[in-house]
């Protein structure tokens, strides 16, 4: 199972003799942190604190570059496990933030009724965007830094045609509608924020 796991990270060795079951184990724990986080972000935003603050609160720092001082006494218990993208930082919290805009997307679909076609398109886009943003991690654990960079750059261009499409979504009528748009807009540039911040990130890295 060596090949799961980056050769920078001696700390997190690859566990021995782990049995499939131990593994099903392991992709329940990441699907339950990508829920914590989530639900972390929902409490937490709607109070104003911003998403680094939301991430550390959370044991999930941003790593926005190596020379960054990160207290490892606050990390999650599952960062301690075997590395792979199903732990890292950036995976949980993007994943985390996507299924907060998925929720609130269903929701606000629901109520305006908007056409199928329309619905096809935004689903097109969050999978584009989960899978740049994945894409993006790995070239970074890889140590392919400008792959990383352009990566996270087709997640910015993808998250701007999200708000194209989203903008043409009648307005819902109901209060906790509107509520949900704001929050997804607040999903939307926290991600485009983070993965603009992540490409300059990697691009620093590269000189």
């Known amino acids: ?5 980056s050769d ?4 997190n060795p690859a566990p021995i003799g782990w049995s499939e079951h131990d593994w099903f184990a392991y992709l329940k724990k990441s699907e339950a942190e990508i829920s914590r986080f989530a639900s972390i972000y929902s409490l937490n935003r709607a109070k104003g604190k911003s998403l680094d603050e939301i991430s550390q609160l959370a044991g999930w720092q941003i790593p926005l570059n190596d020379d960054e ?11 301690e496990e075997p590395w792979t993208l199903l732990n890292h930082p950036v995976y949980i919290i993007t994943r985390g933030l996507l299924k907060c805009l998925e929720e609130h997307l269903g929701r606000v679909i629901e109520e305006t009724q908007i056409p199928p076609m329309h619905v096809w398109e935004l689903s097109k886009i969050i999978t584009q965007i989960s ?10 654990d890889l140590g392919e830094d400008l792959l990383a960079r352009c990566n996270y750059k087709m997640t910015a261009l993808r998250l701007n045609a999200f708000i194209a499409k989203i903008s043409e979504i009648p307005a819902p009528h109901s209060e906790q509608g509107s509520e949900r748009m704001k929050r997804i807009t607040n999903v939307i540039f926290d991600l485009r924020e983070l993965c603009l911040n992540l ?8 000189k």
């Open 8 to 11: 920078n990270f001696f700390d």
């Open 1 to 5: 199972m060596d090949e799961f796991f």
């Open 69 to 79: 001082d990160i207290d490892e006494d606050e990390d999650s218990e599952f960062a």
């Open 131 to 140: 899978t740049f943003i994945s894409m993006g991690v790995n070239s970074t």
């Open 199 to 206: 490409a300059e990130s990697s691009a620093i890295g590269k």
